[in-house]
T-cell receptor, first 115, second 110 residues
Framework: EPEVTQTPSHQVTQMGQEVILRCVPI?????FYWYRQILGQKVEFLVS????????KSEIFDDQFSVERPDGSNFTLKIRSTKLEDSAMYFC?????????????FGPGTRLTVL | RKEVEQDPGPFNVPEGATVAFNCTYS??????FFWYRQDCRKEPKLLMS???SGNEDGRFTAQLNRASQYISLLIRDSKLSDSATYLC???????????FGKGTRLHILP
């Protein structure tokens, strides 16, 4: 069964460093998303991406964040200068279409720890 | 009022019992609704979509009440493997965002 994959599973970084989280969405999916979940908190939407551009972003997704689809398979989230409060689980998701009834498939997540 | 609200629980329920959760949402224009399941330190996985007419999938039944702006999930004949956090998810009308509730923790007791 096709699945969303994410690397690394755990990333530890120093405050102020740049990190890139990587995702490989399901191959025939066209919409891609990033979410984060701070430990013990709810899953929060960060950004959606379609046709090589951001289609929606939340107030969390400030200038420190960027997304890119550098090739036909990878979808990355970059945090330019990490802060302690960026420590969280980051989930990538993808869906076949923008249909609001469509399931989003989630990857296993990358646990980011900022020291 | 929060966009999506759930009772955080935990619900401690004996194996074989029936358990029900509710979730309320604030945006009356919301279009689509889902229940996701999340195991500890794992990704959310879709359990079922919630349709206006209500829908059933095996032991799971979901209902939508648009007038009162809530959705419900009923689990019959609960199994130990049903222990998880159940996330109520609402898709807003005007954008691509889906809004997650904080989740309801369920513990099935042997």
């Amino acid at each position: 069964e096709p699945e969303v994959t994410q690397t690394p599973s755990h990333q530890v970084t120093q405050m102020g460093q740049e990190v890139i989280l990587r995702c490989v969405p399901i191959s025939n999916h066209l919409y891609f998303y990033w979410y984060r979940q701070i430990l013990g908190q709810k899953v929060e939407f960060l950004v959606s991406f379609y046709n090589n551009e951001i289609s929606e972003k939340s107030e969390i997704f400030d200038d420190q964040f960027s997304v890119e689809r550098p090739d036909g398979s990878n979808f990355t989230l970059k945090i330019r200068s990490t802060k302690l409060e960026d420590s969280a689980m980051y989930f990538c998701a993808s869906s076949v279409s923008r249909d609001k009834y469509n399931e989003q498939f989630f990857g296993p997540g990358t646990r980011l720890t900022v020291l | 009022r929060k966009e999506v609200e759930q009772d955080p629980g935990p619900f401690n329920v004996p194996e074989g019992a029936t358990v029900a959760f509710n979730c309320t949402y604030s945006n009356s224009a919301s279009q689509s609704f889902f229940w996701y399941r999340q195991d500890c330190r794992k990704e959310p996985k879709l359990l079922m979509s919630v349709y206006s007419s209500g829908n059933e999938d095996g032991r799971f039944t979901a209902q939508l009440n648009r007038a009162s702006q809530y959705i419900s999930l009923l689990i019959r004949d609960s199994k130990l493997s049903d222990s998880a956090t159940y996330l109520c998810v609402v898709n807003r009308n005007r954008d691509d965002k889906i809004i997650f509730g904080k989740g309801t923790r369920l513990h099935i007791l042997p």
